[in-house]
């Protein structure tokens, strides 16, 4: 039997995840160059994992991208875990996109 909610627990813990990744794209000679690789990275990460991606402070340089991902769950734990998957796929989706992911970090909210 399930036990009902009281009010007297509270409110659930809820915690946001946020990856940056740096992107260094070294073919790209246009901005369709960048945005290529850009949206099929971004593409396969949603499709693959339940986060949100968006690229970050769209520069006008066709060689650099920032994207962010987020995810939002209850545990910690799954989260770091979820974040570790998605950087590695990351780096592997890019590097055959011929980019290289230069630097991540997570935040936790």
């Not at 036990?3 to 790209?28: Q, S, W």
């Not at 991606?53 to 989260?79: C, F, K, M, Q």
Request: charged share 25%; glycine share 4%.
């Amino acid at each position: 039997m399930v036990k009902p909610t009281t009010y007297d627990e509270g409110p659930p813990t809820v915690l946001i995840a946020f990856l940056t990744l740096e992107l260094r794209i070294e073919h790209a000679q246009s901005l369709k160059d960048k945005r290529q690789v850009v949206r099929s990275l971004k593409d396969r990460l949603r499709a693959h994992f339940n986060v949100s991606v968006a690229e970050l402070d769209p520069s006008s340089l066709w060689n650099h991208a920032t994207l962010g991902i987020v995810a939002i769950s209850s545990s910690r734990d799954y989260l770091d875990g979820l974040m570790k998957n998605v950087e590695r796929h990351a780096t592997r989706v890019a590097n055959n996109a011929g980019a290289d992911v230069e630097d991540s970090f997570v935040e936790f909210l």
